[in-house]
């Protein structure tokens, strides 16, 4: 699983593959804009807080804060909502996005 851990403060910003399951199973059920120890991450890493703020599975499907499943949902989507941008006024489509819940199948 890819990690990119940012600073806004100075700007920095740097991205991490962690690929043992073990250190990654204290993010799992988890959920969009929820605060965590990032202790499990390893020794580097103790003191820090983490928020996780989202992410895409595998096949590309983009998290959406407010769908409270960790698989994924069809949902109608219009102007203002997020993963959608309508090239008429008043469009609406179906698309397929991922729940706001970490789990395994993240990329």
């Known amino acids: 699983m890819k990690i990119n851990v940012a600073y806004p403060a100075t700007g920095m910003q740097k991205c991490f ?3 043992d399951d073990l250190k990654l199973r204290h993010f799992y059920d988890k959920r969009m804009a929820q605060e965590t120890e990032a202790d499990s991450l390893g ?4 003191g820090y807080m983490v928020r996780i703020t989202g992410g895409n599975d595998k096949q590309g499907f983009p998290m959406k804060q407010g769908v409270l499943t960790n698989g994924r949902a069809r949902l109608l989507l219009s102007k203002g909502q997020g993963c959608y941008k309508p090239l008429r006024t008043g469009e609406r489509k179906r698309k397929s996005v991922r729940g ?4 395994s199948n993240l990329s």
């Open 17 to 19: 593959e962690i690929d």
């Open 43 to 46: 020794e580097e890493w103790k």
């Open 100 to 103: 706001c819940i970490v789990d």
